[in-house]
């Protein structure tokens, strides 16, 4: 298994927060039914959705909890020539109590609409736990993966202590990485996640992943990242495997 397509796999979910998710239909049996859906990715790196009760891909996720997501590229203008990846998961709906309180933690920070009417309506936080991937790195680039999610070890009270930090006292310097990385500018950025090998920016609606140049474990580590970026001239190319 290629360890570059596996990065290349797990970079494009990060960059990406939507997809294309697939069920069997309840009502259409024997045929895909497919919807667009918001999602992050929760303490062990799976995609984490959350989605209406009177919604049909829940009805038919009740039913056969086998689905799929496909997250591609957004606004490419070759859609064959981009990558795209395909999750072939079970999902399962969170109903511990501590499990839904730190996906909720983390979601509403990428969605902060989402609070209202997950709490006003009846929605339920899913989590996709991936079987296999199907990764496509454009002509020619085709894989199946197996192991492609990556806990996350700072999820929970460490993440949202750093992120808060951050947008409290350091908006000049995600200000800075905003205009490193070539990011919409007009609206201000706001840290809403970090993950040993990057961070998540909200700009008004739209979320965007900046990788570090290497692998961050500790806080400390993260720190570090952090304060060399404030003072960089360009955003660092992440290094990535070719085995």
């Known amino acids: 298994m290629s360890v570059k397509a596996v990065k290349q796999a797990r ?30 990715l929760d303490d062990q790196g799976r995609p984490l959705i959350l989605i209406s009760r009177i919604a049909q891909h829940t009805h038919n996720l009740q039913k056969d909890p086998k689905c799929s997501m496909l997250v591609g590229e ?17 999902a399962s709906k969170l109903t511990d109590g ?25 929605f339920d936080f899913w989590v996709l736990t991936p079987v296999r991937y199907r990764f496509i790195g454009g002509f020619g680039a085709i894989h199946w993966l197996e192991d492609v999610a990556l806990a996350n070890p ?40 970090i993950d040993s090998e990057g961070l998540h920016l909200r700009i008004a609606a739209g979320i965007y992943w ?30 990535v495997e070719e085995a």
């Open 154 to 193: 700072f999820a929970g009270a460490a993440e949202t202590s750093m992120v808060e930090h951050m947008n409290a006292d350091h908006s000049k310097a995600i200000a800075h990485y905003v205009e490193l990385s070539g990011l919409p500018q007009g609206e201000p950025a706001i840290l809403v996640g």
């Open 74 to 90: 957004r606004e490419a203008e070759d859609v064959q020539a981009v990558g795209r990846v395909t999750v072939l998961a079970e």
């Open 210 to 239: 900046l990788p570090f140049a290497q692998p961050c474990n500790t806080p400390i580590q993260v720190r570090e990242a952090l304060v060399q970026l404030a003072h960089a001239e360009k955003w660092p190319v992440a290094e």
């Open 11 to 40: 970079s494009l979910l990060l960059k990406e927060y939507r997809g294309v998710l697939s069920t069997h239909s309840k009502s259409m049996p024997g045929y895909p039914f497919g919807s667009v859906v918001p999602y992050c």
């Open 98 to 122: 501590a499990a839904i309180e730190a996906a909720a933690l983390r979601y509403y920070r990428f969605f902060p609409e989402s609070a209202s009417y997950h709490s006003a309506h009846d």
